[in-house]
Antibody, heavy 119, light 107 residues
Framework: EVQLLESGGGLVQPGGSLRVSCAAS????????MSWVRQAPGRGLEWVST????????YYADSVKGRFTISRDNSKNTLYLQMNSLRAEDTAVYYC????????????WGQGTLVTVSS | DIQMTQSPSSLSASVGDRVTITCRAS??????LAWYQQKPGKAPKLLLYAASRLQSGVPSRFSGGGSGTDYTLTISSLQPEDFATYYCQQYFITPPYTFGQGTKLEI
């Protein structure tokens, strides 16, 4: 059974940094792209970033480019999102998601971790 | 970037009704479209991909159609558990992958 478990969310001040993680199990982690998708309170879904499987190509939404860094540790089956220079508008539930079909839609999602940027 | 426009933004319906939600892309996305269902406080759930392919375990009352820039999600006979918010997502070629703004289906 595929499982994705996010952790690391919390309250951070504007301009601060935070790293969220996603522990994966139930599939060959290194073979598949992984992504972060966020949802601000009461708002819709926003794709944030994707990292490819073994090679590790990375892609970012314009709204986070230069501030966020996606990475993965295939030996630990874990995905990360390092978030720097955080802004109030980054406040959201951050979901990790995977695509085990290879077409870049998201067939498995974690339960999400809440990041709140506020002073 | 490809923009996705969903309509309606909200919809009231009754158990047993047939409902259709529309998603329009700003350019041809060649059926690279997925539909998700999200219930309050929960992660989204994949319903369909490639515009019309049903994800394993999803009831057959859900169906998808369309081509080019215009796509639809149809629920043939609403069940109580179907009241939720629905999102389309395009995944044509390369990122950014964009979502529609959502359609809230209410009783």
């Amino acid at each position: 059974e595929v499982q994705l478990l996010e952790s690391g969310g919390g309250l951070v001040q504007p301009g601060g940094s935070l790293r969220v993680s996603c522990a994966a199990s139930g599939f060959i982690f290194s073979s598949y792209a992984m992504s972060w998708v966020r949802q601000a309170p009461g708002r819709g879904l926003e794709w944030v970033s994707t990292i490819s499987g073994s090679v590790g190509y990375t892609y970012y939404a314009d709204s986070v480019k230069g501030r966020f860094t996606i990475s993965r540790d295939n030996s630990k089956n874990t995905l990360y999102l390092q978030m720097n220079s955080l802004r109030a508008e980054d406040t959201a539930v951050y979901y990790c998601a995977t695509d085990t079909v290879g077409l870049q839609f998201f067939d498995y999602w974690g339960q999400g971790t809440l990041v709140t940027v506020s002073s | 970037d490809i923009q996705m426009t969903q309509s309606p933004s909200s919809l009231s319906a009754s158990v047993g009704d047939r409902v259709t939600i529309t998603c329009r892309a700003s350019q041809d996305i060649s059926n690279s479209l997925a539909w998700y269902q999200q219930k309050p406080g929960k992660a989204p759930k994949l319903l369909l991909y490639a515009a019309s392919r049903l994800q394993s375990g999803v009831p057959s009352r859900f169906s998808g159609g369309g081509s080019g820039t215009d796509y639809t999600l149809t629920i043939s006979s609403l069940q109580p558990e179907d009241f939720a918010t629905y999102y389309c997502q395009q995944y044509f070629i390369t990122p950014p992958y964009t979502f529609g703004q959502g359609t809230k289906l209410e009783i």
